[in-house]
Nanobody, 127 residues
Framework: QVQLVESGGGLVQAGGSLRLSCAAS????????VGWFRQAPGKEQKESVA????????VYADSVKGRFTISRDNAKNTVYLQMNSLKPEDTAVYYC????????????????????WGQGTQVTVSS
């Protein structure tokens, strides 16, 4: 398994931006599918937000398309989530997760496909 550490969460006003980082150790992110998920207050399930796959392709949830961008820095072994035009409904604990190799889209958007998880970082968007 790979070890993941998220950072970059915080409190921001609606319309603002944040960049989350997911630093990985134990496996190269270039050989790993890394997904960002979020768990909103009162919700039991984690919702997929964005995925960066091993062939550099990306997948986004419809709710964040055009606002969020996932990217990867292989030299730093880190995956980022740039979040712009934030809305109060984006408030959640954000987790990054990793799975070895390539995942097809239907697998990539499902939390059960991932075997390693970070501790999460809180993002709060005020109205």
């Amino acid at each position: 398994q790979v070890q993941l550490v998220e950072s970059g969460g915080g409190l921001v006003q609606a319309g603002g931006s944040l960049r989350l980082s997911c630093a990985a150790s134990g496996r190269a992110v270039s050989d790993t599918t890394v997904g960002w998920f979020r768990q909103a207050p009162g919700k039991e399930q984690k919702e997929s937000v964005a995925v960066k796959r091993t062939r550099s392709s990306t997948v986004y949830a419809d709710s964040v398309k055009g606002r969020f961008t996932i990217s990867r820095d292989n030299a730093k072994n880190t995956v980022y989530l740039q979040m712009n035009s934030l809305k109060p409904e984006d408030t959640a604990v954000y987790y990054c997760a990793a799975s070895p190799g390539y995942l097809i889209t239907s697998q990539a958007m499902v939390a059960e496909s991932y075997d390693s998880w970070g501790q999460g970082t809180q993002v709060t968007v005020s109205s």
